[in-house]
């Protein structure tokens, strides 16, 4: 019961802060440096036009200027604010057309039509503009709840797993985008998906729902990890496009023990992390994605890797195992092991993030995700009960790319590409 409250809790926690920032009416706050300067710029810029009339004198029609105020403030301020700061441009300027001593001149009427005629437009643009940032928060709230439904927050603990993931949108509008991750402790065992939709946009979001929820479905009941990877292929089937399919990689920890099964549908293979030292988790031969089936010569196989106290596990996808540099060097996540150590597997996660981003040196283009793992063992499983370990591949691609699953869904050359089609 307390595995499953913490779930639900975790859960409800973004809708809470959706909703509270839906009745607001606005978006989450942000960098309050640029909102303070845009607040301050109008009222700066009329006391510098302010201060150069008076030290230049009237000759040089400076009063127009103070217009630049209310529209400034139109850009950034309230409909009632923009309104103030046109009444206090028209104030300044009487007060400075009768200093100049141009009161009863063409040139202080026409400034003060100019500063009342653009606090006007001003006041109709920023009750526009608010009114479409309200338009656009109650859409965006509305949005973000359904992108955490379709992937929920992982609670920190998951029965005896220790867990974090990270996730980073190649779309600077979405939360989410072709890639896919769920963890969920069923009766049998912690099962968890990892998985990279092909294509990107509104279709591969609609694939890694369909795909998520058939394992949310399959995970609870189904007997192992085959039969959840042959039910999402029926679903994937039934309604995903043609020629569609998703790489992914399925595992499941049995509650309490070291055991873990995992399930390679033409995915980037695993990393096992053993203190500063790291080394992929390939089978000898390379599965199909799902949506592939038919192609298959024979059933899916799973095999077991045990991990020891201390070693850590990372799934991930291609936006990461593929981010390169101006140089076209990919990044070599197999060198990431002093990354991903430390007590907290969150800031690890934050680490290996943030490196990957200054190995790219721009915000990623794909769709990038990362899972980590590291089990909790009950004093009832001893390091010595395991099942045989996961055999080495035949051939190994350099540095563990994965690139001998390339075959099985494309004929190119290029760089280790594992069948999302970003």
Not at 79 to 102: E, K, N, Q, S
Not at 220 to 249: C, H, K, N, P
Not at 348 to 362: N, P
Request: proline residues 7%; hydrophobic residues 45%; aromatic residues 4%.
């Amino acid at each position: 019961m307390g595995t499953r409250a913490a779930l639900m809790a975790a859960r409800l926690q973004p809708f809470r802060e959706l909703e509270t920032a839906a009745v607001a009416g606005r978006r989450p706050a942000g960098r309050p440096g640029a909102q303070v300067l845009l607040g301050v710029l109008p009222f700066a810029v009329m006391g510098a036009v302010a201060a150069a009339d008076v030290l230049a004198g009237p000759g040089f029609g400076l009063l127009p200027l103070l217009s630049l105020g209310p529209a400034l403030a139109a850009v950034s301020l309230r409909p009632a604010y923009t309104a103030l700061v046109g009444g206090m441009a028209l104030v300044l300027c009487l007060l400075l057309a009768v200093y100049d001593g141009l009161l009863d001149s063409r040139r202080a009427v026409i400034a003060l039509a100019t500063i009342g005629g653009i606090t006007a437009a001003g006041v109709i643009a920023s009750v526009a503009r608010h009114r479409r940032e309200r338009q656009l928060a109650d859409v965006t709230a509305v949005a973000e709840a359904a992108q955490r439904v379709l992937l929920h927050p992982v609670p920190p603990m998951v029965g005896s797993l220790q867990v974090a993931v990270r996730y980073i949108s190649a779309s600077a509008a979405a939360w989410i985008g072709g890639d896919l991750y769920e963890v969920i402790s069923a009766r049998q065992a912690i099962r968890l998906i990892v998985a990279d939709v092909q294509g990107k946009g509104l279709a591969a979001v609609q694939t890694a729902a369909l795909v998520l929820g058939a394992f949310r479905e399959a995970a609870y009941d189904a007997a192992g990890l085959a039969d959840i990877a042959a039910r999402i292929e029926r679903s994937l089937r039934r309604q995903a496009a043609a020629e569609e399919f998703v790489t992914a990689v399925l595992a499941q920890i049995p509650h309490g023990g070291p055991a873990i099964e995992i399930l390679n549908c033409g995915h980037p293979p695993p990393l096992l992390l053993t203190g500063h030292t790291a080394r992929f988790i390939e089978p000898c031969e390379a599965g199909l994605p799902l949506g592939l089936a038919q192609l298959a010569v024979g059933p899916r196989e799973t095999a077991a890797v045990c991990l020891s106290p201390g070693q850590r596990l990372l799934f991930y996808t291609d936006g990461i195992s593929e981010a390169r540099d101006r140089s076209g060097e990919f990044y070599r996540l197999d060198r990431c092991a002093a990354l991903l150590s430390g007590q907290d597997l969150g800031d690890a996660l934050d680490r290996l993030c943030d490196e990957v981003t200054r190995h790219v040196g721009h915000q990623l283009r794909d769709d990038a995700m990362a899972l980590l793992i590291s089990p909790h063992f009950t004093d009832g499983h001893r390091e010595t009960d395991r099942p045989a370990p996961w055999p080495e591949p035949a051939h190994r691609s350099p540095a563990g790319s994965g690139a001998e699953y390339r075959s099985a869904i494309s004929p190119d050359t290029g760089p280790p590409h594992l069948g999302s089609g970003h």
